[in-house]
T-cell receptor
Framework: NAGVTQTPKFRILKIGQSMTLQCAQD?????MYWYRQDPGMGLKLIYY???????DKGEVPNGYNVSRSTTEDFPLRLELAAPSQTSVYFC???????????FGDGTRLSIL | GQNIDQPTEMTATEGAIVQINCTYQ??????LFWYQQHAGEAPTFLSY????GLEEKGRFSSFLSRSKGYSYLLLKELQMKDSASYLC??????????FGKGTTLSVSS
């Protein structure tokens, strides 16, 4: 039972570089989410998707892009990395809004 | 809109019982989740209350009063591994869940 798989687990980027954080789930969940969590803070929603081909902005979408071409995958793209994007990124999925979210282990991203 | 109030920090000793209270004001309320998050790890689901009353799941129980906008998480027979943050998360119709900082519980021996 893989659940939600995030890669990479750790990454260091230079300012201005781009990268894609990968997220895959094998539970056939329609809903998928990207959050970031800064030290000592709660999770902030970046983007979410209610199904393949549909994405919506969360609280803090600036500087990020997402796509949802399949039910299983929901990659998060950083185009021009900035120090303010240093954070831990969590991907999650759920069957629906009234169902519990299952989280991946997170990607720890540092931008220097 | 949504407003959640729960204590920032709590401390307790091993073997004790602790109750973490949460009051909320949420339009379009559908139910309330409790999640546990250990430091440096992802949140994990503990419970989901839709109807009023107490739901028990092993050492953990969760209570909901919809009319009062109130919930609590009860942890019995505390263990050191219960040291974590506990997140009260109302499920608001038509919106994604909002996770606050929660209550950081420290269990000492």
């Amino acid at each position: 039972n893989a659940g939600v798989t995030q890669t990479p687990k750790f990454r260091i980027l230079k300012i201005g570089q781009s990268m894609t954080l990968q997220c895959a789930q094998d539970m056939n969940h329609n809903y998928m989410y990207w959050y970031r969590q800064d030290p000592g803070m709660g999770l902030k929603l970046i983007y979410y998707s209610v199904g393949a081909g549909i994405t919506d902005k969360g609280e803090v979408p600036n500087g990020y892009n997402v796509s949802r071409s399949t039910t299983e995958d929901f990659p998060l793209r950083l185009e021009l990395a900035a120090p303010s994007q240093t954070s831990v990124y969590f991907c999650a999925s759920s069957l629906g809004t009234g169902q519990p979210q299952h989280f991946g282990d997170g990607t720890r991203l540092s931008i220097l | 809109g949504q407003n959640i109030d729960q204590p920032t920090e709590m401390t307790a000793t091993e073997g004790a019982i602790v109750q973490i209270n949460c009051t909320y004001q949420t339009s379009g309320f559908n139910g309330l989740f409790w999640y546990q998050q250990h430091a440096g790890e992802a949140p994990t689901f503990l419970s989901y209350n839709v109807l009023d009353g107490l739901e028990e799941k092993g050492r953990f129980s969760s209570f909901l009063s919809r009319s009062k906008g109130y919930s609590y998480l009860l942890l019995k027979e505390l263990q050191m591994k219960d040291s974590a943050s506990y997140l009260c998360v109302p499920n608001q119709a038509g919106t994604a869940l909002i996770f606050g900082k929660g209550t950081t519980l420290s269990v000492s021996s």
